[in-house]
């Protein structure tokens, strides 16, 4: 069973860092792209970061110098370090990941997980 397992997030003061992590398990061949998605309360879910082939790298101009996504290949986990955070930023963070395994193509949804920027 292939699947997006996540982690980090919870509560930061503004200003603070968080750093999340989002691993790939299961009988995977590769992964083609992989990204960060937030939805904050009464909006729609909206993508953050993504990164391509390990290098190609978009980000969302809301988080644009503060958010660095980032992945280990060797261990197909994506991670996201968000600094210098700010209230705004507080959403249910998830990860997404299309990759392709023997027999088919995939595209999966971590969990999520709340992300609070508060004092």
């Known amino acids: 069973q292939v699947q997006l397992v996540e982690a980090g997030g919870g509560l930061v003061q503004p200003g603070g860092a968080l750093r999340r992590s989002c691993a790939a398990s299961?009988?995977?061949?590769?992964?083609?792209?992989m990204a960060w998605y937030r939805q904050a309360p009464g909006k729609e879910r909206e993508v953050v970061a993504s990164?391509?082939?390990?290098?190609?790298?978009y980000y969302s101009e809301s988080v644009k110098g503060r958010f660095t996504i980032s992945r280990d290949s060797a261990n197909n986990t994506l991670y996201l370090q968000m600094n210098s955070l700010k209230p705004e930023d507080t959403a249910v963070y998830y990860c997404?990941?299309?990759?392709?395994?023997?027999?088919?193509?995939?595209?999966?949804w971590g969990q999520g997980t709340l992300v609070t920027v508060s004092t």
């Open positions: 990164i391509i082939g390990g290098r190609s790298t």
């Open positions: 997404k990941a299309a990759l392709r395994t023997l027999v088919r193509y995939l595209e999966l």
């Open positions: 299961g009988n995977i061949c590769s992964i083609d792209r």
